[in-house]
């Protein structure tokens, strides 16, 4: 009898959920679980779409550490001067530019050097110091970031020392006669240069540090704060964009702090560069400076004039300015890798900005040149941009400046 009577309830507790379960789908009971997934959006709408006004509040522009907002715009892209050169190649073309996050200073040895520290902790499995990468950080960042044909495929570390590393030998070789062996060995490592400018890394370099940042960052906001949207990814900064940021807001401006003038009314530098023939220490630095040693443009960008010059996204092409767009353009052909047999000119890449060995007519704001792909140098860093995806946060433009 007692048998009988639990068969009987067991019965009447299954036909109870089951009618349950059919009444959830019949859109009789509310929302259940996570109110954005596709049932409870379904079950929630009421027939009906969803509102116009309706939106993910949980959602908000995330704003990067050390990045600044460069608002959308419009600006003449070219020479702002005289093309002393005649080269023909910069000719003005009005651009409209998107809003943007760009890097307030170029990338420091400093915060380049935890991109390579990481690199060889996971080629080779430890740290110098015998620290193995977090098991958790090893298979959400860096197993990603190498991941072929659905595989991580584990770096050797001769590979990112040639690749990766920035080529110090570069402040030894680039000059005839020149005594640059103390900054080979000093440069990148030294706490003495924490804050100066990475150099010597190559285009592909520096594309590859912009997929790590980002793939580091959304590694601790998705594990660590639990937040389900990723950030945009880090990026160069298109030659178009680099420009409308550097003049900072001034149309047809010269050079980032808008005035034609090198020097302010107290006669000052007011960039990193070579203002004369064997003249390198009037602007109170004989190499690279420390970031952010003179005083930023209107956008709060520092050194968007001289110290290095900075790799951009684009290829050169002597004619770029007019057949590209002129909505947020770039020219970006992919590279080649044939060696030294490659005569593909997509592989030249354009630097902007000038550096600490440059004359004043590569601090122009619409000076543009190029290196090789592959090709690094002592005067040459770069800095990260972000694309603004919107729905602001509000904390765009405190930055504390």
Request: hydrophobic share 35%; charged share 20%.
């Amino acid at each position: 009898m007692n048998k009988m009577l639990f068969k009987y309830k067991f019965l009447s507790y299954a036909l109870i959920a089951s009618s349950v379960l059919f009444l959830q789908g019949c859109f009789l009971f509310g929302k259940k679980g996570d109110p954005n997934s596709l049932e409870s959006r379904i079950n929630g709408s009421a027939g009906e779409i969803i509102p116009f006004e309706q939106v993910r509040s949980d959602y908000s522009q995330y704003v990067p550490s050390g990045m600044v907002v460069v608002p959308n715009g419009t600006f003449h892209m070219g020479q702002a001067d005289e093309d002393v050169p005649a080269t023909q190649i910069n000719l003005n073309k009005q651009i409209t530019i998107s809003a943007f996050f760009m890097d307030q200073t170029e990338v420091t040895n400093n915060q380049y050097r935890l991109f390579t520290d990481v690199l060889l902790a996971y080629s080779e499995g430890r740290q110098a110091q015998g620290e193995e990468l977090p098991q958790e950080y090893q298979e959400g960042v860096m197993d990603k970031l190498f991941l072929k044909n659905g595989t991580p495929v584990r770096p050797d570390s001769i590979k990112v020392m040639n690749e990766m590393y920035p080529d110090t030998t570069r402040w030894s070789t680039e000059y005839a006669h020149h005594m640059g062996d103390p900054l080979m060995e000093y440069y990148f490592m030294h706490p003495a240069f924490d804050d100066y400018p990475v150099v010597g890394v190559d285009w592909q370099a520096a594309n590859f540090f912009c997929q790590w940042r980002t793939m580091h960052l959304n590694y601790y906001r998705h594990t660590v704060e639990g937040d389900p949207y990723p950030a945009p990814r880090f990026r160069l900064p298109t030659e178009a964009e680099w420009e409308y940021a550097s003049r900072g807001g001034r149309d047809m401006a010269k050079y980032p702090w808008g005035s034609p003038y090198l020097r302010n009314t107290l006669g000052c530098m007011l960039a990193n560069f070579k203002p004369g023939r064997g003249n390198y220490y009037d602007d109170g630095f004989a190499y690279t400076g420390p970031v952010a040693q003179y005083f930023p443009n209107d956008y709060g960008l520092y050194d968007m004039a001289g110290n290095v010059a900075e790799w951009v996204l684009d290829a050169y092409f002597e004619s770029s300015v007019p057949v590209v767009w002129d909505l947020n353009p770039v020219y970006n052909p992919p590279i080649t890798k044939a060696g030294k047999n490659d005569v593909n000119i997509n592989n030249r890449r354009v630097i902007r900005g000038g550096s600490w060995k440059d004359i004043a007519y590569y601090c122009e704001t619409g000076a543009r040149t190029f290196q090789h792909w592959d090709s690094s140098s002592t005067s040459i860093g770069f800095r990260c941009a972000m694309t603004y995806l919107g729905r602001s946060s509000g904390e765009e433009v405190d930055l504390g400046r």
